[in-house]
């Protein structure tokens, strides 16, 4: 019995489905490239503690849904949702309802925090001196062992 070799244009199939079933190295390193999109590792938070990163994503979904009993198990009792004049306490919601500021929270929770202080703040240019940031921000902050939203205020 005589074994037969490969026909060429045979062997050319198989090797161009063995190739096209490989990844492609110029893929990963496309996907790697910072900037191209953004990347999971740019909405990452400073703090790595997985608790942290636990009440954010829940603080997150419950802004989105406008969960408010949610929302409250997680504040601080005298969170602070107004500068001038100031405010805080009961009537958060209220506020934020009448000058429509469920949208802003919404955004500034949607930015990385980064730590200013005690407190963990979103946006991160807050926690930055230099920059003199003065519009809206929120304020998370260990108390008793547990993290709380503290305060979103503008000014």
């Given at each position: 019995m005589q074994l037969k070799l490969f026909r060429p244009a045979t062997f050319a199939v198989t090797l161009a489905i063995a190739f096209a079933a490989c990844k492609s190295s110029q893929k990963k390193s496309a996907a790697k490239k910072p900037g191209a999109t953004?990347?999971?590792s740019a909405l990452k938070e400073e703090n790595k503690e997985?608790?942290?990163?636990a009440f954010v994503?829940?603080?997150?979904k419950a802004v989105t849904?406008?969960?408010?009993?949610?929302?409250?198990s997680m504040m601080a009792p005298d969170f602070g949702y107004s500068l001038n004049p100031e405010k805080s306490g009961p009537?958060?919601?209220q506020y934020w309802d009448e000058?429509?500021?469920w949208p802003e929270l919404e955004g500034i929770l949607s930015e990385r925090f980064a730590q200013k202080?005690?407190?963990w703040v979103a946006p991160p240019q807050f926690a930055d001196e230099s920059l003199s940031y003065d519009g809206y921000r929120a304020g998370i902050r260990r108390i008793n062992g547990s993290w709380k939203f503290v305060y979103f205020v503008n000014g």
């Open positions: 953004q990347s999971q997985v608790d942290f990163q994503g829940r603080l997150r849904a406008r969960d408010m009993n949610t929302i409250a009537g958060v919601f000058n429509n500021l202080g005690d407190f």
